[in-house]
């Protein structure tokens, strides 16, 4: 059997992980190694060419544990990159923050790694195409002159939200940034109304244990109040948020703060003893949160609304074409079941740190 055979026999389970590790290991390192690379550019093209982008390739993979591989990725990634001159610049720009890694390990721990990791890829499933891999053609996509502006304030306003010890403070950033968001949204709505050429896109952002579910909730709830709508990934560990540009970018900043914000006020205010109560205050603590971050972003856009009285047909409009994408990229879903609340405790006080949080 050729090294080649050995490596794509380990990845069918046609021989042991075992045995085909002990076989690379003794094998000429030359052989070896352009085995290896061939099977990770084909494992690797395959995913790309079926919806999967560079951050959530590495994502899945980091997640897992095993650091080298997560390096791995990186190096395939640019690998890829090279054998096309253009390249979608979001998928240039993912590729260019993927984290480089350090001075590699032993050969054996090397090859122990690679192994691993060819056997991950070809359990990962195919996903929805959401941006042009490389070498296909990406839509139109209209200038959104301000957007940066807008949202370098928004970031702003946020990092003085998280990094408060003040909970009235922290609120009263984190509610002009939700309003600056809001009123961001409107604005690109209404400029963008006979635009034929602006249309919904979606994005997958990465939702991260312990506490998925309920953290998937909150991103939900973020996503809703700013029209937005998701699709919850369990098995991959993402949600596929689907709107139009700016209220994407506004959910996926106000997310990652609100759950920094948090992750503050959960560690401040949990119970210090009992790992069953802890937990039981935690999951509790962030059904609360999100379902009361989600009431209070709701006001916040009524409010803008009601100041722009001829709004309301546009924003159903474009509330269609975005449940029209979500079906047709994800024709089935299944409506999940809540998360159950087992602390009272846990409830008040998500309900009590939501209500601190900013949101703009």
């Not at 001075?103 to 991950?120: A, F, H, K, M, N």
């Amino acid at each position: 059997m050729s090294i080649a055979e050995t490596v794509d026999a380990v990845q069918r389970g046609a021989i042991s992980y075992e045995a085909g590790l002990d076989a690379l290991t003794v094998a000429p390192a030359a052989e070896v190694d352009a085995a290896l690379g061939d099977a990770l550019r084909t494992a690797t093209e395959r995913l790309f060419r079926g919806g999967w982008q560079p951050a959530e390739l590495h994502r899945v993979i980091a997640r897992r544990g095993d650091p080298l591989q997560a390096q791995l990725v990186t190096e395939a990634v640019t690998a890829y990159l090279a054998g096309f001159p253009q390249v979608d610049a979001r998928w240039r720009a993912q590729a260019g923050e993927l984290p480089r890694g350090s001075r590699r390990p032993d050969r054996v721990t090397c090859l122990d790694s690679t192994l691993g990791l060819l056997i991950e890829l070809r359990r990962l499933p195919p996903i929805e195409v959401l941006i042009p891999p490389p070498g296909t053609t990406a839509p139109a996509r209209a200038p959104r002159p301000g957007d940066d502006r807008v949202l370098d304030r928004v970031r702003a306003l946020l990092a003085k939200a998280e990094s408060t010890d003040f909970p009235a403070e922290a609120e009263a950033y984190s509610a002009k940034a939700q309003e600056l968001i809001a009123r961001h949204s409107i604005e690109e709505a209404l400029t963008s109304r006979d635009r034929a050429e602006v249309v919904p896109f979606a994005r997958r952002i990465g939702v991260d244990h312990p506490y998925e579910s309920e953290k998937a909730s909150l991103l939900d709830a973020v996503a809703r109040a700013n029209h937005c709508h998701t699709v919850w990934s369990p098995e991959l560990g993402f949600s596929t948020v689907f709107g139009f540009d700016a209220d994407i970018d506004g959910v996926e900043l106000l997310y990652t703060s609100l759950l920094v914000q948090a992750n503050k006020a959960m560690s401040r205010d949990e119970p210090a003893k009992g790992k069953a109560r802890v937990k039981a205050f935690r999951r509790s603590f962030l059904i609360a949160y999100a379902v009361r971050i989600g009431e209070r972003m709701r006001q916040t856009i009524r409010h803008e609304i009601d100041r722009h009285s001829d709004l309301l047909p546009v924003l159903r409009s474009r509330d269609l074409q975005v449940r029209e994408v979500v079906q047709q990229v994800f024709p089935r879903t299944v409506r999940a079941r809540g998360s159950r609340v087992d602390s009272l405790e846990g409830w008040e006080s998500g309900r009590a740190a939501a209500d601190e949080a900013q949101l703009g």
